[in-house]
Nanobody, 117 residues
Framework: QVQLVESGGGLVPTGGSLRLSCAAS????????MGWYRQAPGKQRDLVAV???????TYADSVKGRFTISRDNAKNTVYLQMNSLKPEDTAVYYC???????????WGQGTQVTVSS
């Protein structure tokens, strides 16, 4: 099985920055697309950004130009650099990883990001 450990969430003021990390461990041969999603209270879980194994990225319109997703395949880790944070970015952020070996999607436990106004 593959486990994901997320880190880097916290409380920041408007305009601040945070860097989220998500490290995969366990029965890994290689990982497919890795991504970040977020869920605010009372709302559905939405895509924030994804990155393919080759580095092709996709972003939600609301974060384009402010967030940057990256990955280190040697470390089985995906990152989300978040700049110019806004109160509307407040949510629980979840990491998601495709595991081709088992044809499964794995979710992290979530990390809280709170942006104060």
């Amino acid at each position: 099985q593959v486990q994901l450990v997320e880190s880097g969430g916290g409380l920041v003021p408007t305009g601040g920055s945070l860097r989220l990390s998500c490290a995969a461990s366990g029965r890994i041969f290689s990982l497919g697309t890795m991504g970040w999603y977020r869920q605010a209270p009372g709302k559905q879980r939405d895509l924030v950004a994804v990155i393919s194994r080759r580095g092709i990225t996709t972003y939600a319109d609301s974060v384009k130009g402010r967030f940057t997703i990256s990955r280190d395949n040697a470390k089985n880790t995906v990152y989300l650099q978040m700049n110019s944070l806004k109160p509307e970015d407040t949510a629980v952020y979840y990491c998601n990883v495709e595991v081709p070996l088992t044809n499964t999607l794995v979710w992290g436990q979530g990390t809280q990001v709170t942006v104060s106004s």
